[in-house]
């Protein structure tokens, strides 16, 4: 290595909070001895199970740290750049690599392996000893705790955005048996018409039994429409509890949704249009009709909360259709106020509101976006070039990866 490299190197190590404790001569040590390597952006450099002597410095660029949590998901512990450390771990242990490390872009690193490590340790006094085994400890100390608070906040997230998806839920019982009492009212009185007239004591005539008629066929309409309700309800609330597969009509479940959801949606004057541009042999799909339910739910009730505040009212459009042959497009566009753009990109994120006095959580879109990306492996969009209003696009595929 050159001169002009070891005194660069030993820079960084001297600026690295790992080394603080390291004399001189031992960060030259590891300055002469250890080897440079060069990582293209988005390598890896090792691997969750694979086994390693070596630890690595930051020279120069970033590298992401992903460790599985306790539920066997994906976790970024770290993003590291200029004087970190990783993978000291296997300086203490023999065992396989806890985590993964991907450079993130062109990077420079220094490798430092176990041999170089105890060479430096066998030339150290006592004192200095503990102060290397002190920053082993800490670092892997700092990274289990940085692992802990992670999957904690995970969790945390889990159940609050499963809360909010019972929450959303049981808005809709509360609105459909607040719009079952409609036809049931309405029965009720036609019952007690009925009643009145085959129990007056005079003959039966034609306006009687024409006024008996009418008032069958009011109640044979209203127990339609209670019982159309509580099927469409019925389907979806059972959807929600399960998360197999099943075939159903996409245009239909698209529908019956938003029907059901028109129900909370009149207390604040907001109307739906719904509109089907599939085909008949389109329309079959094999996929989660809860989850879909519930990414439609939650992008209404979120333009009937942000676009049109205040109960002012206005219109929604739905729209179920191919965005290509292999993936179908749900969009949903108002016509309200429409988002800042100083918003637009934490829309997706956890708890970000602009509603918290009202009422918002801030997980409403974060759900939608959890369930479009992690369960129905699509991606969802923001059409931003709107005169007015807002459009969210999901685009999905049609044939769901197993």
């Known amino acids: 290595m050159s001169n002009e490299k070891s005194t660069f190197n030993f820079g960084v190590l001297k600026n690295s909070a790992f080394f603080a404790a390291f004399s001189e001569k031992q960060l030259m040590m590891i300055s002469e001895n250890a ?5 293209h952006a988005n390598s890896v450099v090792f691997r969750l199970g694979e086994y390693s002597a070596m630890m690595y410095l930051i020279l120069n660029g970033r590298v992401k740290i992903e460790r599985k949590d306790a539920d066997g998901e994906n976790m970024v512990v770290a993003e590291l750049s200029d004087g970190r450390v990783f993978g000291e771990a296997a300086l203490l242990s023999r065992g396989p690599r806890s985590a993964t490390a991907t450079a993130l872009v062109d990077s420079e690193l220094l490798v430092i392996d176990r041999d170089l490590m105890l060479e430096i340790i066998r030339n150290s006094s006592p004192e200095e000893i503990i102060e290397i085994f002190s920053a082993l400890s800490e670092q892997a100390r700092a990274a289990n705790e940085i ?3 992670e999957t904690l906040k995970r969790r945390t997230l889990a159940a609050q955005m499963e809360a909010e998806k019972q929450r959303a839920l049981t808005e809709m019982v509360a609105g459909v048996a607040h ?10 009185t036609a019952v007690s018409i009925m009643a009145r007239e085959l129990a007056a004591p005079k003959e039966v005539t034609i ?8 008032s069958l066929e ?18 979806i609330s059972v959807s929600q509890l399960t998360d197999e597969k099943e075939l159903f009509d996409i245009s239909e479940a698209v529908e019956e949704t938003v029907n059901l959801i028109l129900v909370n949606l009149k207390r604040s004057q907001v ?4 509109v089907n541009r599939l085909a008949f042999e389109q329309k079959s799909w094999v996929g989660y009709r809860g989850v879909l339910s519930q990414i439609l739910i ?3 009730t979120n333009a009937e909360r942000h676009a049109y505040p205040s109960g002012i009212g206005g219109n929604v459009d739905v729209t179920i259709e191919l965005a290509d042959d292999k993936h179908y497009r749900l969009t949903v566009q108002d016509y309200g106020k429409g988002i800042p753009k100083e918003c637009q990109p934490r829309i997706f994120e956890p708890f970000f509101t602009t509603a918290r006095s009202k009422g918002g959580t801030g997980l409403g879109l974060a759900i939608v976006h959890n369930l479009v990306v992690n369960v129905l492996k699509g ?7 709107l005169q007015k209003g807002s459009a969210f696009q999901v685009v999905f595929p049609r044939v769901l990866p197993d």
């Open 35 to 39: 080897d440079c390597v060069f990582v």
């Open 179 to 188: 719009e079952i009492n409609t036809p049931l009212g309405v029965i009720n």
């Open 379 to 385: 991606e969802i969009r923001l059409r931003q070039e």
């Open 298 to 300: 939650n992008l209404l």
């Open 271 to 274: 109307g739906v249009n719904f």
């Open 147 to 149: 692992e802990l608070n």
């Open 207 to 214: 306006q009687r039994a024409a006024d008996i008629a009418e």
């Open 218 to 235: 009011i109640m044979q309409r209203n127990v339609e429409r209670a019982h159309r309700l509580v099927q469409d309800f019925k389907k």
